[in-house]
């Protein structure tokens, strides 16, 4: 089952524009992630955030997370061409005594050049 | 650093028949994933290993489909008879950790299988 569900479920902007995109979930966590995919390829991983944790950053990478309301954004700065792809975020809970990592169905963003 | 392998890439078969798909992990990874993603949706796990045993394979439809992970390195996931609905693309990922905690997953470039 996706616990994660990402908003807007598609983004377009202008290259040097910076984009948001949110996740919500629904039960407790122990991280949350973000994950890009290219078309036709695997996931590549971007960023981890802790259930403890508030903030973190990664070049031209924030993510944020409020436990309290089950939501995490992920910012990316100065957008590129490049980083056109599929972003999903993806949450580690323990379920049945191990901890799985649970994707949400993903959103397609645009950079436009 | 090499990544994850799989293979073959594409895979065309017909409804019932049966097919397998291969992965290795990145060397010293003790967690591997197979994952099922479906056109348009996020993937879906179907089963995790640690080494050589089965950590969760509570997603995985077990009437149809198999994996094992021999001597805890390569893997190998098996549909037996496919259904149309198996149309999708199956992802291996691994991770170092024994314990999935704080790790992020590597994952391959994936299989897109289709079923005729």
């Known amino acids: 089952s996706q616990q994660g569900e990402e908003d807007p479920q598609a983004l377009s902007i202008q290259e040097g524009e910076n984009a948001t995109m949110n996740c919500s979930y629904k039960t407790s966590i122990n991280n949350l992630q973000w994950y890009r995919q290219n078309s036709g390829r695997g996931l590549v991983h971007l960023i981890l955030i802790r259930s403890n944790e508030r903030e973190n950053h990664s070049g031209r990478l924030r993510v944020t997370l409020d436990t309290s309301k089950k939501s995490s954004s992920l910012l990316i700065t100065a957008s590129r061409a490049a980083d056109t792809a599929s972003y999903f975020c993806?949450?580690?809970?323990?379920?049945?005594?191990?901890?799985?990592?649970?994707f949400g169905k993903g959103m397609k963003l645009t950079v436009n050049p | 650093e090499a990544g994850v392998a799989q293979s073959p890439r594409y895979k065309i078969i017909e409804k019932r028949q049966s097919v397998a798909f291969w992965c290795n992990p990145i060397?010293?990874?003790?967690?591997l994933y197979w994952y099922q993603q479906i056109l348009g949706q996020g993937p879906k796990l179907l089963i995790q290993?640690?080494?050589?045993?089965?950590?969760?394979d509570s997603q995985l439809p077990k009437d149809r489909f198999s994996a094992e992970r021999l001597k805890g390195v390569d893997s190998t996931l098996k549909i037996q008879p496919a259904k149309l609905e198996d149309s999708a693309v199956y992802l291996c990922?691994?991770?170092?950790?024994?314990?999935?905690?704080?790790?992020?997953?590597?994952f391959g470039s994936g299989t897109q299988l289709s079923v005729l």
């Open positions: 993806a949450t580690m809970v323990t379920q049945g005594g191990s901890e799985k990592l649970v």
């Open positions: 060397s010293g990874h003790a967690t």
């Open positions: 290993f640690q080494n050589n045993g089965v950590v969760d």
């Open positions: 990922a691994s991770s170092f950790a024994l314990w999935a905690t704080n790790e992020k997953l590597f």
